[in-house]
């Protein structure tokens, strides 16, 4: 038996969010589970789900390593599945194994730095089943912190668009971490991109990466740039972390505005060429807003790591998983903003600035 | 070489629309083309986009055979495919093969009554394909008018669902001709159905023809009758032909509160079914909305007729086109609020009245 802290988060019917370092007796590891030693777990927007989203940073509660504060009741009402249910935080990291079952999986990882995916990896000790942990090897815990959810995540939006059959994608908050790998990867793949940022130095990030096709919201011509692009590369597949607004909406049409500039004759249900945005994440909570101007031949659906990777042959799986820990320090190479330990995560200061989801400033926590 | 009048819709780029009865000449057919004496035809919403959509009709100008009229911008904007390029209008109706190519399949309906489907059939004649044409037998032009876009429509969302592997489906609007159809396919197939409507008598005509499950959105509890309908039915899968506004994501938000009903243990993305809305009509031209309240376990798709009967084989298309001409008088039976001359359907007293779409008052065309 271990003792350690780790976050829990409790969201209670009226409203009230409790965020709080509690010490837990982690139990020997078992056949293959791993008893890990957390060293670094970064702060996805995934995990700010449980953390910040809808909560009011600004007039919580705060006192070393606990947290009180109240969540907007329409989110509230959302999250009624976890009423009064203490919940772990943190998708993903990486540690050493102290502790090993008898299993010979688990047994082989002894000792050795491990990346893992938990979802406790706020915390001290972490669990792990040993055939979801990645040796490390040479690389540190920190480069290995972030080796599942962008790496995946990215590798599966190629994935995906291969198996869908496109030669080409757009993607939306393209400067973060994650578009950053997927910049890469399209490269490596002979996959055409289209990187849409909202500021002039992520889009000079992105170029000074070797992108070819970034386009920048703020500008005035924005819709005339990203037409543009699809026309390039052939681009009628997107995906779009934003979600709320407008940022669907907009690539959705201007694909329809490519196609129907190459139609000869009028038709009054728009183009036949496919259409489909798939939204990955929620940055901006407010609703997607779907405009009707671009005909019937159009898909917007929801993206999931977990759904993906369940849909994925063992092979494919097996593959993805070498390239990225082959790739930790080129490829998939995350960069961190700060570094917090399991206190100063939870200060006002850190989660007011974290929880803005700002690109390219992401935190590692360092338990 | 046979004349006569047929409606001609042209939009300039500045907005003026013109729909005026323009006398043509009609070459004879030639192969396995038919003409067709056109005695009546549906006005479908389908047909409106070309003559009342966004149409300021209150302050049209009208003479006998013409109407000149405004548009509003954005769906000036929206339609720039077709600015200065006279369309012909009417999608769908019946009448008599008064002439025929030298084709057998085209002489074999020589003085027959037909369907058929020329996409000018607000017209004295139309030239169709005999392949296309559907032979009426002992119906009536009337009986046969509308046999091919309702039928085949309400055929198709059964189809796709069996495709998709649904048990049952959410049909939005569904007092209508074609929900009225779809209600009866669903008994005689035994698939699932709710049927969603907005008025009591609504409610109460498709109880009366046997529906086991009708929800009134006007209803104060209409969420909770919603939800209701489809834990009974295990309906995952709807189509919307309001598409406007929020009527899909009140779908998707109640198929996510039956699946989560069921989940032992929260999750922070929603639940793992699959919760699906085809777009299919845009009776609200007003944009969709999509509030983040059913995780990223969702797709919303726009859904059109001919892309569905492209992608299927050619015994499902004849086994779907015989049921409809076996079931003209019962299954597929339309019926018709008002019936008007090419004349008539050009005052502004039937254009105000059919351009509502209001439910179950469908206009016939008798040129």
Same mark, same amino acid.
């Not at 009741?73 to 203490?86: E, I, N, S, T, Y």
């Not at 070797?210 to 390039?232: C, M, P, R, T, Y």
């Not at 961190?336 to 330990?341: A, E, G, I």
């Not at 399991?342 to 338990?367: F, N, R, S």
């Given at each position: 038996?271990?003792?350690?802290?780790?976050?829990?988060?409790?969201?209670?019917?009226?409203?009230?969010?409790?965020?709080?370092?509690?010490?837990?007796?982690?139990?020997?590891?078992?056949?293959?589970?791993?008893?890990?030693?957390?060293?670094?777990?970064?702060?996805?927007?995934?995990?700010?789900?449980?953390?910040?989203?809808?909560?009011?940073?600004?007039?919580?509660?705060?006192?070393?390593?606990?947290?009180?504060?109240?969540?907007?009741?329409?989110?509230?009402?959302?999250?009624?599945?976890?009423?009064?249910?203490?919940?772990?935080?943190?998708?993903?990291?990486? #540690?050493? &194994?102290?502790?090993?079952?008898?299993? +010979?999986? @688990?047994?082989? $990882?002894? /000792? !050795?730095?491990? =990346?893992? *995916?938990?979802?406790?990896?706020?915390?001290?000790?972490?669990?792990?089943?040993?055939?979801?942990?990645?040796?490390?090897?040479?690389?540190?815990?920190?480069?290995?912190?972030?080796?599942?959810?962008?790496?995946?995540?990215?590798?599966?939006?190629?994935?995906?668009?291969?198996?869908?059959?496109?030669?080409?994608?757009?993607?939306?908050?393209?400067?973060?971490?994650?578009?950053?790998?997927?910049?890469?990867?399209?490269?490596?793949?002979?996959? #055409?991109? &289209?990187?849409?940022?909202?500021?002039? +130095?992520? @889009?000079?990030? $992105?170029? /000074? !990466?070797?992108? =070819?096709? *970034?386009?920048?919201?703020?500008?005035?011509?924005?819709?005339?740039?990203?037409?543009?692009?699809?026309?390039?590369?052939?681009?009628?597949?997107?995906?779009?972390?934003?979600?709320?607004?407008?940022?669907?909406?907009?690539?959705?049409?201007?694909?329809?505005?490519?196609?129907?500039?190459?139609?000869?004759?009028?038709?009054?249900?728009?183009?036949?060429?496919?259409?489909?945005?798939?939204?990955?994440?929620?940055?901006?909570?407010?609703?997607?807003?779907?405009?009707?101007?671009?005909?019937?031949?159009?898909?917007?659906?929801?993206?999931?790591?977990?759904?993906?990777?369940?849909?994925?042959?063992?092979?494919?799986?097996?593959?993805?998983?070498?390239?990225?820990?082959?790739?930790?320090?080129?490829?998939?190479?995350?960069?961190?903003?700060?570094?917090?330990?399991?206190?100063?995560?939870?200060?006002?200061?850190?989660?007011?600035?974290?929880?803005?989801?700002?690109?390219?400033?992401?935190?590692?926590?360092?338990?």
């Amino acid at each position: 038996m271990t003792t350690g802290r780790q976050l829990i988060s409790t969201l209670t019917a009226d409203g009230q969010l409790t965020l709080e370092l509690e010490e837990k007796d982690f139990p020997d590891p078992t056949g293959n589970q791993v008893l890990v030693k957390m060293e670094a777990a970064p702060i996805n927007p995934s995990d700010l789900i449980l953390m910040t989203t809808g909560v009011d940073l600004a007039n919580a509660d705060y006192s070393p390593g606990k947290v009180v504060a109240k969540v907007a009741p329409p989110l509230v009402a959302a999250q009624a599945g976890r009423h009064g249910k203490p919940q772990t935080v943190g998708n993903e990291g990486a #540690g050493v &194994v102290v502790a090993a079952g008898d299993g +010979e999986m @688990a047994q082989a $990882l002894m /000792g !050795q730095r491990v =990346a893992c *995916v938990p979802g406790n990896a706020y915390s001290e000790y972490a669990l792990a089943d040993a055939m979801m942990c990645i040796p490390l090897g040479d690389h540190t815990c920190e480069e290995g912190a972030s080796s599942f959810v962008n790496p995946m995540t990215s590798l599966g939006f190629v994935e995906t668009a291969k198996r869908e059959g496109n030669e080409a994608i757009i993607h939306a908050a393209a400067a973060s971490n994650l578009g950053q790998m997927l910049n890469r990867i399209c490269q490596e793949d002979d996959m #055409g991109l &289209v990187n849409v940022v909202r500021k002039k +130095e992520q @889009a000079d990030l $992105l170029k /000074g !990466q070797g992108a =070819a096709h *970034v386009v920048n919201s703020s500008d005035e011509d924005f819709e005339a740039q990203l037409v543009k692009a699809i026309a390039d590369t052939g681009a009628f597949l997107g995906f779009d972390p934003i979600g709320g607004g407008r940022m669907t909406d907009t690539c959705l049409r201007s694909m329809e505005r490519v196609a129907a500039a190459k139609l000869t004759e009028y038709s009054r249900y728009g183009s036949d060429q496919p259409k489909k945005m798939y939204i990955y994440g929620r940055l901006d909570m407010s609703p997607t807003i779907l405009t009707p101007s671009y005909g019937f031949g159009w898909t917007v659906s929801g993206w999931l790591l977990m759904p993906f990777l369940n849909s994925c042959d063992m092979p494919t799986l097996i593959g993805m998983r070498q390239r990225v820990v082959s790739g930790l320090k080129t490829t998939f190479a995350s960069s961190y903003k700060s570094r917090v330990s399991l206190e100063e995560m939870l200060t006002k200061d850190a989660m007011m600035d974290y929880a803005q989801m700002a690109t390219g400033e992401k935190y590692l926590v360092t338990p």
